[in-house]
């Protein structure tokens, strides 16, 4: 079994420029993509960024310039690094991950941690 354990929400001021962490733990051979997603109230999920295992990372386009994210292979964890916060950031924020276990493939999601952006 995969989890991952996301850290790094709360209520943070316009402007400002928190983390997220999300690590990966359990029984898996490899991580491949990790990414993070969030999901405003009435919406669908959707992606903010991704990264894979080589480090090739792809931004929606609200975010790019702003967002950075990264990964370290040794810890299995992904960051998001949020620059210049802005009101409408203001939602919950979910880690993914896909990758393989010993016999197949896995796809697991974060619990979502709430970022909170006030003006």
């Known amino acids: 079994q995969v989890q991952l354990v996301e850290s790094g929400g709360g209520l943070v001021q316009a402007g400002g420029s928190p983390r997220l962490s999300c690590a990966a733990s359990?029984?898996?051979?490899?991580?491949?993509?990790m990414g993070w997603y969030r999901q405003a109230p009435g919406k669908q999920r959707e992606l903010v960024a991704v990264?894979?295992?080589?480090?090739?990372?792809n931004y929606t386009d609200s975010v790019k310039g702003r967002f950075t994210i990264s990964r370290d292979n040794a810890k299995n964890t992904v960051y998001l690094q949020m620059n210049s916060l802005k009101p409408e950031d203001t939602t919950v924020y979910y880690c993914?991950?896909?990758?393989?276990?010993?016999?197949?493939?896995?796809?697991?999601w974060g619990q979502g941690t709430l970022v909170t952006v006030s003006s």
């Open positions: 993914n991950a896909n990758g393989r276990r010993w016999y197949n493939h896995f796809e697991v």
């Open positions: 990264i894979t295992s080589s480090g090739s990372t």
């Open positions: 359990g029984n898996f051979f490899s991580i491949n993509n």
